[in-house]
């Protein structure tokens, strides 16, 4: 276990959490990280696009003109590849570009994030957000006070505490998750990760 100063919402240090070692010290595997933000961003993709082949697009249905005694070369259809209008050789289909991705491997890239974040001293650990309503202003003040002022964040905010997710949510470059929602591309995605120190702990329990 490794101390690490807890703020407050003027961004003084209130209290130490003690962090895991085996979650938030750890030497990056940088190409496991690698290797599961492409397989999400793979997931993430629709595959909806499509073409239509030479025996889906209309018409065609008669030869354009006789086989021979024209001069002109032989064609068999108007809905061919190389007519106007005509079908897509090889053209894209809807498909599925999930991959698949191990949960050792998705827990190893999650601890290789947090530690990379905390060597980097982009993590930043808060007791409480203390919103006792939404107040966007209250928000702001308390980014400018962690010295995070226009930096582009990622904060992770407990399931029931709706004021701080209706704080943060209409600053600029931030995205606001919650701890079950957590994953590596949005871990290292930012210039700087925010969660209480009760969510670090809890990430030091189920990662380890």
């Known amino acids: 276990m490794s101390k690490f100063e807890v703020k407050n919402a003027e961004g003084k240090q209130v209290a130490e959490a003690e962090l895991a070692d085996a979650v938030y010290g750890i030497e990056p595997n940088i190409h496991v990280m690698h290797h599961i933000v492409k397989c999400q961003q793979a997931c993430w993709r629709q595959g909806t696009q499509s073409t239509k082949g030479r025996s889906e697009v209309s018409g065609g249905g008669k030869k354009p003109w006789r086989q021979k005694g024209t001069g002109r070369a032989r064609q068999g259809s108007i809905r ?6 005509g079908g897509v050789i090889f053209g894209p289909k809807p498909r599925t570009y999930v991959k698949r991705m ?8 999650m601890r290789s994030a947090l530690s990379a974040k905390l060597r980097d001293n982009e993590l930043v650990l808060v007791d409480d957000y203390g919103f006792e309503k939404p107040s966007t202003k209250a928000a702001v003040a ?3 006070a962690l010295g995070l002022e226009g930096k582009r964040l990622t904060i992770i905010v407990r399931e029931d505490d709706i004021n701080a997710y209706l704080s943060f949510r209409n600053i600029p470059k931030t995205w606001i998750i919650t701890p079950a929602e957590a994953n590596t591309y949005d871990l290292i995605n930012n210039g700087a990760l925010i969660m209480p120190a009760d969510v670090a702990a809890h990430f030091g329990e189920v990662l380890a």
């Open 142 to 144: 308390m980014l400018k």
């Open 80 to 85: 061919a590849a190389q007519w106007r209008g």
């Open 102 to 109: 191990n949960n050792k491997e998705v827990k190893l890239a």
